[in-house]
């Protein structure tokens, strides 16, 4: 088969969180399956970056710019995009960048420091059209369109509605995949004049929501198929406490949508092979290699150098969904009574950061907090932290409690979305059965927060063994993309077969 893909992020070029990983990691997998897959990408500034930093490495990436150029009648203005190509050897993976300077030629992906772009809904109608076209001008022969978040809503209603009769919409099928539903793309109605779409497809039962055009919803209408990253939130956004509005939706598409759990990049995250680390390590020398992160992590974090103190590592984004409110309460509690470090990097709102940084300076001892993106000490982290903390509200999938298994770092997670599909509570039965790989809890509280790490650190403090069982159980696992990918070739095929069984393949 060959696959395209449309997303607004893609590792190594774009990123602000799990989908990036998602779909730079994906197509190389479908490609080791014997299949061929092209991203499209905003060639946003950073992406410029990245490829000049690839230039000057010499690093073996095809750069062909302008392949195609694409013009827009967008709200009366024609406006051009250049199509580059890159192909990311060694995997062959076909990366098509969208160059459309006004739009894209700027700093941050959705916002800056000042706040989220205005004009979201004209750059990601923008993109969708170029790519559906530039698919047609480029000549690629694809079966499948797998479309990624709001950013790409579009791509399936223009597959679904034949706006143009583009050759390529009569022999593929279209794939959406939600990997947040909070975030829906909402504008303003007027906006959907920028889509060029046909008014009436501006109802309550294709791409209107109160008034208001949604693009989120728009692709969960017109797919042939959905998925979403995990079967619990699979489940979960089929409710009206976590459908965000949609769950009508989804719930009338049941039979169309998929959990599949994220997988984990190991050429990347293992920390066998982890270049970012003082020492790369395995399960067989884990408290060895830990030990020698842990002791560099502290140094250079101006942390006491003591192995035996736990630490607490949190990577996240500073948003109220990733459970921020319980650690701050959770670390006023223990700030002064509980001999623990605490290790956090994150980025965002600044209601986070800032009392985040208060209790740092009340206690430098005991807490480093890092406000930015730092994908180097995301790693060192990883491996030098005991326990990981992730209490999240919702949690569509979520990759660090996967990254944290194959440290070796026993992930304390709210048993939500797929946070609730990959650890197993370390209950009395699971440990001496050697299935438990962390700890959970239910109820959205600091007092639950505080009960499951207390649990985890008292077994750290007091059963080496059972600390152990559960840490190398864990590192055994195998949440690799393989498997992910193979999950993800039988939704291909379900989605050609509901294509062809409605006469439209
Ligand atoms: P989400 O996509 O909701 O942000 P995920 O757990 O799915 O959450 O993915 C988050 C990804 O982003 C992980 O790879 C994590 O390591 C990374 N990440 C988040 N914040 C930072 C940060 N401040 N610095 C480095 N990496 C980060």
Redesign the pocket.
Known sequence: MHIVMATSEAIPFAKT???A?VVGTLPMELVKLGHHCSVFLPAYACVKEVLQAGRLENRHWNLSEGVAEVTIDHAGMACTAKIHRVRLDPHGVDFYLVDQPMFFDREGLYGDSSGTFGDNSGRFCFFSRVVVEAIEKLGLAIDIIHCHDWQTGLIPAYHRTRTQNWNWYHHAASVMTIH?MAYQGRFWGPDMALTGLDGRYFNWQQMEFFGDLNLLKTGLVFSDMLTTVSPTYAKEIQTPASGCGLDGVLRARADRLIGIVNGVDYGVWDPSVDEHLTMKYTVENWREGKGVCKRQLQESLGLPMRPDVPMIGI???FAEQKGWDLIIQLMHWWIDHQDVQWVI???GEERYSTPLSQLRARRPDRIAMQS????SL?HRIEAAADLFLMPSQYEP????QLYSLRYGTLPVVRATGGLADTIVDATVDRISERTATGFSFVEYSPEALADSTLRALTIFRESTDKWGGIVETGMRQDWSWKRSAEAMLGVYRRAREFAAMEGRL
């Open positions: 969180g799990g989908l990983d947040n990577i996240s984004r990097l994150g980025s930015r993106f730092s994908d995301a999938c979520g990759l660090n």
